[in-house]
C-alpha cells in the first residue's frame, strides 16, 4: 500500500501562483493530479507517466499548469499559474500502482489505485 501526501494548498489571488506537491510512500508508476469543487464531481487536471515522458492536461489546464516529477524522491508535482476563482477546489493526488497504462483513460479516476487526502486551493477574485 502506498500512501499520498499532497502539500501545497493555499489561499491566492486570482493571476497568482502556487506549486502543489504529492510525496509518495513507495513506488508507483503514471501519477495525476485531479481537482473537486463543492457540489461537483471530481474532475481530471493532469497526468504523467512513470517512464518517459508522457503528459496530460485537462483543456482548462493548458498553457497555466505545468506537472512534473522526481521519481528519485518519488514526488509528483503540479505548477499553477495565472490561477483563476474557477481553479478553486480541493486537490487530490492519484498514482497508479501498474507500470502498463491505458492512457485512453487517463482522466477517468478508475484506473489510479491510490489517492491522497487533497489540498484545498482557494483563488480569490
Known amino acids: 500500500q502506498v500512501e499520498l501526501v499532497e502539500s501545497g494548498g493555499g489561499l491566492v489571488q486570482a493571476g497568482g501562483s502556487l506549486r502543489l506537491s504529492c510525496a509518495a510512500s513507495?513506488?508507483?508508476?503514471?501519477m495525476a493530479w485531479f481537482r473537486q469543487a463543492p457540489g461537483k464531481e471530481r474532475e481530471f487536471v493532469s497526468a504523467?507517466?512513470?517512464?518517459?515522458?508522457?503528459?496530460y492536461y485537462t483543456g482548462s489546464a493548458k498553457g497555466r499548469f505545468t506537472i512534473s516529477r522526481d521519481n528519485a524522491k518519488n514526488t509528483l508535482y503540479l505548477q499553477m499559474s495565472s490561477l483563476k476563482p474557477e481553479d478553486t477546489a480541493l486537490y487530490y493526488c492519484?498514482?497508479?500502482?501498474?507500470?502498463?497504462?491505458?492512457?485512453?483513460?487517463?482522466?477517468?479516476?478508475?484506473?489510479?489505485?491510490?489517492w491522497g487526502q487533497g489540498t484545498q486551493v482557494t483563488v480569490s477574485s
Open positions: 492519484a498514482a497508479s500502482s501498474r507500470i502498463g497504462f491505458d492512457y485512453t483513460v487517463v482522466d477517468h479516476t478508475t484506473p489510479y489505485d491510490y
Open positions: 513507495g513506488r508507483t508508476y503514471t
Open positions: 504523467k507517466s512513470g517512464i518517459g515522458s508522457r503528459t
